[in-house]
Each structure stands twice: as structure tokens, then as C-alpha cells.
């Protein structure tokens, strides 16, 4: 495919064998190895200030799930309710269920995407005393306001703990790392899919370093000192390889970031009449251009999209399904209406923006898809044929 949606760009083993070789003479490749170690200071420093803790783990999912069952289990909850929106992904749902919780979902906003404040307050409210712990995401790498959680934590004696699966890289309003000074967990996704690209991996960042050193304990087994296990636990330890990767990508994260910020802006630049993403704060990640498709072509969303793939661009549709649309978390979970979930998960579409790109060819993506919806729009979609895209330019940088 020419334009693939999602085309994962993870440092290069190959072009790391020094670093292989002195990791293979150090006979340590786990259990919290001195590449971790390296990498969970120097993200630290460099995304977060200098200020608060990292852990890296092997995924986003087990980070969930430890940051999850640790606000369930300090409450004396574990039984209780897990607030997260619908319009999410499904690891994030199942980590609560495997942290012993069950996820209620609250409405988004129309605009930025990101939960509802009203919905999720009314829900609270009706629910007082059960939610152990409010799981906001920063839907598609948006920086939500992190003090208004702190707040309503506080107002509701619930845990919080952040999905920020698409955000490492993301800054606040302030300009600082998305996360940063949070009292606590933050998630990050360090997936090959993502900007943040690793083989698989994730980050932990928290302000509060004693929260941190307890979720390191739940990570090994639950082992505090000495080697005996004392809290909740499993294995959720980054090995030193991801770990190496992590390093190297963070080196090169704001390049990355920076470039396709400008394929995102060169999006919003040329299509000013689809529904784009309200953006907070000072910029995002981007895994991915999100936008809705007008409200009448959203019958046509499959045709649009085959018609899209047969001219070399693959889009999708995170996320729709939503959660209560798909059957383990609407036959297990509690949910009231979500018409704003409803409406924007039906119109959602979402085109690529990978490392590869040059800003000719998102161009080349928005002719494509203008050409698509006319056709969609007047009842023929047009022939590939008779949509012609130009040819990829020479480099890969805006």
C-alpha cells in the first residue's frame, strides 16, 4: 500500500550492535537491568523536567492494569466501579476487569473527543462512594486538563489513573511533557504502532516517586523487601533489549514529534470543512490524522474506505466499535446512553501520518479523499482510475 495508515518505525537493531554486545557481556537482560534503568532516568529528565519518577513496563495494558489495581486496592474497592469513557481503546476496559473493577462508561465531548465532564460528574455524583477510580484517555495523544482530575479525584475519594496511551511526546498547555507534576499514574504506550515507536513496551510517570517505587514492588511479583511478596502483584518488567529501544527512540522523539505535528497541521490546513479534533493544550503526538466524515456520508463509510484502500491509502476507524458496541464489554459493563459516542464513533475516520511522509503526500491524501466523498456524495464513487495521485517526492521530512 503507498499510504499505509500505520507504518511502525522502531530504532534499528541492526545499527545497534555495540550497545547488543555490552548488553550481552553484562549477562543482564531483566529485573530492572542498568538500560532501564538509564532509559526510566533520562525520559525523566528529558519529557517530564527533571521532576516526579518513570517505570518502564512491558506494556501500556500491564501498566493499566498495575496503576488500576493499586487506586482499587489502597481504596479497599476492588469490587467497585472503573469511570472511563466508551470511545477508548479495549485494553483499557480490560484492565479493569482484571484489576477486579467493573468499567462504567461515561459520554466524550463533541469537540475535543476526550470524556465529558458533565457526564462523567453526573455519574459520580449517582454512583457515590463506588467508583474506586476514574480512568480518564487523552483521546488520540489530546493533553486533557490533569488539575481538574486531581480535583475531582479529591471532591469523590477516587483513584486516577491516566490512559495516555498516545501521548508520550504530547505537551501541556505550559509547554511541559504531558503528564508532568500529575500526582498519578500516567500510561504511556511505547508500541511499535505508536509515534513513540519500541517493539512493545510501556511508561509509568508519576510526580509522586513513592507511588512509582510501589507500582516498580506490583511489577516484580509483588516482592517489597526482602524477597517476599507483600502487596498485589505479577511481571510486568521492561526487558533491557525494549529498553535499549526506548533509549534510542527517545533520542530522536522530538524530530520525530515535530514532523508529524507539521503533516497534522498540513491536514487541518486542507480540510477546513471536515469535523477535526479540537486540539488541547500545546500539541499532540499524532498516531494519525482523526476526522469525521459529514453526517450523510456516514452510511457510506465502508464504500469510502474500500474505495480509499483500492487507491493505496489505508485508513480505519478508531474507535468504532466503541466499547458498549462490542459484545464482552456491553454484556459486563455499565452504561447509560452515549449519544455523543454514538454520533462521533459512527463518522470517525482516520488517515496516515507516518514517519515516511512528506507533506506532498498528505496533499495527495486529501485530493483522494475529497474526490471519494464527491463521489459518495452524488451517489457514484469514482473509479481508481479516475483518481489520479502524484507520485511520492524524494525525501521523507516536511
Not at 511499535?192 to 510501556?202: D, L, W
Not at 522530538?254 to 503533516?263: K, S
Request: glycine share 8%.
Amino acid at each position: 500500500m503507498r499510504y499505509p495508515l500505520i507504518r511502525p518505525n522502531p530504532p534499528k537493531l541492526s545499527k545497534l550492535r555495540g550497545a547488543l554486545e555490552s548488553l550481552e557481556d553484562s549477562g543482564i537482560y531483566s529485573n530492572n537491568g542498568p538500560v532501564l534503568r538509564r532509559f526510566e532516568s533520562q525520559v525523566r529528565d528529558r519529557l517530564f523536567g527533571g521532576r516526579g519518577e518513570c517505570l518502564g513496563v512491558a506494556n501500556a495494558t500491564l501498566g493499566l492494569m498495575l496503576a488500576i489495581r493499586h487506586e482499587a486496592h489502597v481504596r479497599s474497592k476492588d469490587s467497585g466501579i472503573a469511570l472511563m469513557p466508551s470511545f477508548t481503546f479495549a485494553a483499557t476496559a480490560q484492565a479493569a476487569m482484571w484489576a477486579g473493577l467493573t468499567p462504567m462508561f461515561c459520554d466524550i465531548d463533541p469537540d475535543s473527543w476526550c470524556p465529558s465532564p458533565e457526564s462523567e460528574e453526573r455519574l459520580l455524583r449517582q454512583n457515590r462512594g463506588r467508583v474506586a477510580v476514574i480512568v480518564p484517555y487523552a483521546t488520540f495523544g489530546n493533553p486533557i486538563d490533569l488539575d481538574r482530575y486531581i480535583w475531582l479525584g479529591r471532591r469523590h475519594e477516587a483513584g486516577v489513573v491516566v490512559d495516555a496511551a498516545a501521548s508520550l511526546g504530547a505537551r501541556d498547555e505550559r509547554g511541559l511533557g504531558f503528564g508532568t507534576g500529575a500526582p498519578f499514574s500516567i500510561v504511556f504506550s511505547m508500541h511499535a504502532t505508536k509515534t513513540f515507536a519500541t517493539a512493545e513496551g510501556g511508561l509509568i510517570y508519576s510526580a509522586d516517586t513513592q507511588l512509582i517505587h510501589t507500582l516498580r514492588e506490583m511489577a516484580n511479583f509483588g516482592f517489597g523487601e526482602p524477597r517476599t511478596a507483600t502487596m498485589p502483584g505479577l511481571n510486568a518488567k521492561l526487558g533491557e533489549i525494549n529498553a535499549l529501544l526506548a533509549l534510542e527512540k527517545l533520542g530522536e522523539i522530538d524530530a520525530v514529534v515535530a514532523h508529524r505535528t507539521a503533516l497534522a497541521g498540513r491536514y487541518r490546513a486542507r480540510l477546513p470543512d471536515f469535523q477535526l479534533q479540537q486540539m488541547l493544550g500545546e500539541s499532540q503526538s499524532p498516531q494519525f490524522m482523526p476526522l469525521l466524515l459529514p453526517e450523510a456520508l456516514a452510511p457510506q463509510r465502508a464504500a469510502i474506505m474500500a474505495r480509499m484502500a483500492e487507491l493505496g491509502i489505508g485508513v480505519g476507524t478508531y474507535f468504532s466499535p466503541h466499547l458498549a458496541e462490542q459484545p464482552w464489554f456491553r454484556e459486563r459493563c455499565r452504561f447509560g446512553p452515549l449519544p455523543v459516542t454514538d454520533a462521533v464513533a459512527a463518522r470517525m475516520l482516520s488517515l496516515p501520518i507516518v514517519d515516511q511522509m512528506a507533506i506532498e503526500d498528505v496533499d495527495a491524501i486529501c485530493d483522494a479523499l475529497r474526490t471519494t466523498c464527491l463521489e459518495a456524495a452524488t451517489g457514484r464513487l469514482a473509479d481508481p482510475a479516475d483518481v489520479s495521485l502524484p507520485r511520492r517526492a524524494a525525501g521523507g521530512r516536511a
